[in-house]
């Protein structure tokens, strides 16, 4: 075959004029506007610079679906949080809104029972609430659980009503995770209260299904976060190490029943 440049020429001004077209497109891509994602609602509770990702666990791979909006279940859930609740159980339901494992628990433990007292409960009860109260966030963002408030206007939350909490996910429960998980860690270092302990813990987490925020599926689910994010805290040296001084400090102030 015979070279030709003037053919070869036109074939690289074609291979020019192709890439020229490409450079083009590409620019037009990149400039042409792109819808925003969309954004994430706010979780429950925040997260701080102390969370530890190490030891948190997925409940993304252990806790089911939430039951499907307006199903069957959901409506016979409803008619649980609409009650009807005595006024003394709303009181409850609304002052164990409070984000407070000591005046959460002094009912059973006494009222001598404060951070002031119990300095290393205190920081043992405040790393054991922050990760069980945050382990959950993402399935709330998987599943998006309105809250019951929001979808039956029959039900009045027994707390104020503001865009943040509309706007938050019900799936599972952060507070019940996080004062399901206090119950567990108190049972645990003051053994003679154990089931008075596990019970206020109960409680405490059903006053947000009487407060009309969550659903009795909510606080399942939150009690197994709880449980999972303390089993896995037991495996961490600092929480040991924490776990010790607690127990020896109530040890003190609650001794063992023999």
């Known amino acids: 075959m015979l070279f030709n440049p003037a053919k070869l020429g036109g074939h690289m001004i074609k291979i020019q004029t192709a890439f020229a077209a490409l450079l083009v497109l590409a620019s037009c891509a990149t400039a042409a506007p792109t819808s925003a994602p969309p954004q994430s609602t706010q979780p429950t509770h925040p997260t701080t610079s102390e969370r530890n990702p190490a030891v948190q666990v997925d409940a993304l791979l252990f806790l089911p679906p ?19 609740w005595s006024a003394e159980r709303r009181a409850q339901a609304l ?54 408030f929001v979808s039956d206007s029959a039900i009045t939350p027994c707390i104020e009503d503001t865009p ?3 706007e938050s996910f019900s799936y599972p429960s952060g507070h019940g995770a ?29 006053s947000r299904v009487v407060c009309g925020v969550h659903y009795p599926s909510d606080i399942d689910a ?29 040890a003190a102030a609650y001794p063992p029943a023999h």
């Open 222 to 250: 939150a009690r197994i976060v709880a449980a999972a994010a303390i089993a896995r805290l037991h495996a961490d040296p600092d929480f040991q190490t924490e776990l010790a001084a607690a127990r020896a400090e109530m």
């Open 66 to 84: 939430a039951p499907v909006a307006n199903s069957a279940l959901e409506q016979a859930e409803r008619a649980i949080v609409r009650g009807p």
């Open 178 to 206: 996080l004062g399901f998980s206090w119950a567990l860690v108190l049972a645990e270092i003051a053994p003679a209260h154990a089931d008075a302990i596990i019970e206020r813990g109960r409680d405490f987490g059903w």
């Open 95 to 148: 002052a164990d809104n409070s984000i407070d494992p000591f005046t959460a628990f002094d009912s059973v433990l006494g009222a001598s029972f404060t951070a002031q007292n119990f300095p290393a409960t205190a920081t043992l009860l405040t790393r054991a609430g922050r990760a069980a109260g945050f382990a959950g966030d993402p399935v709330k963002f998987r599943d998006q659980r309105l809250r019951p």
């Open 164 to 166: 943040r909490l509309r």
